[in-house]
């Protein structure tokens, strides 16, 4: 290897890697496809929580169907959310 390419190895690098980190769940996903076998998956959340829209993308991209409960929109689903003694959103309920 050329002096010259040695020296731009180690940004070449750096780049990859910063442009690698955010997205290593999708790297996962892609690597080990989650298997799911008609499973209710339940989305407990709220419209403003940025948790909530990083969870309903990871779903999206896993092609994971759920359904999302908005808890300050709707009173079942507030009810629901009590019912699983939830103390953040997201919560997660499968099944």
């Not at 790297?27 to 909530?52: A, F, G, I, K, Q």
């Amino acid at each position: 290897m050329s002096p010259r390419v040695k020296s731009w190895l180690p940004l070449v690098v750096f780049i990859l890697g910063i442009l690698t980190i955010p997205n290593l769940w999708r790297v996962e996903l892609w690597l080990n496809p989650v298997e799911h076998h008609d499973r209710v998956v339940y989305l407990y959340s709220t419209s403003w929580c940025p948790y909530c829209t990083k969870a309903r993308q990871f779903l999206e991209a896993a092609d994971i169907n759920f359904i999302e409960q908005d808890i300050e929109k709707s009173a079942e689903a507030r009810r629901q959310y009590d019912h699983y003694k939830g103390r953040g959103v997201p919560l997660l309920v499968i099944d």
